[in-house]
C-alpha cells in the first residue's frame, strides 16, 4: 500500500535540504577570521599613518630614505654573528 502523501513527503524533503552544512559556514567564518587578521594590522597603520601631519609625514619618508642609504654602509643593526 502507498502512501497518500508521497510528493508532498518528497517536496518537504526538498524545501528542508537546502541551504548550507555547518562545515561549510565555519569553513568561511575561518576564511574571514584569517582575512581580518591581515588586513587589521594594516588598516590600523594606514589610519595613524592617515592622521599625521604633513610635516611628520615628510620627516618619516625622509629617515626612511637616509636608512635606506646608510643600510648598505652600516649593516644590519642586530649582530647575529653569534
Known sequence: MKPKNTSKLILKRQ???DGF???EVVIV???LA???LVALPKYTDLT???SMS???KE???AQRFID???YPKKGPLIDDSM
Do not use: G, H, P, T
Request: no cysteine; aromatic share 8%; proline share 0%.
Open 59 to 61: 620627516s618619516l619618508v
Open 48 to 50: 595613524a599613518y592617515a
Open 21 to 23: 552544512s555547518l562545515i
Open 15 to 17: 524545501i528542508f535540504s
Open 54 to 56: 604633513k610635516e611628520a
Open 68 to 70: 635606506a642609504i646608510e
Open 29 to 31: 567564518i575561518v576564511i
Open 34 to 36: 584569517m582575512l581580518a
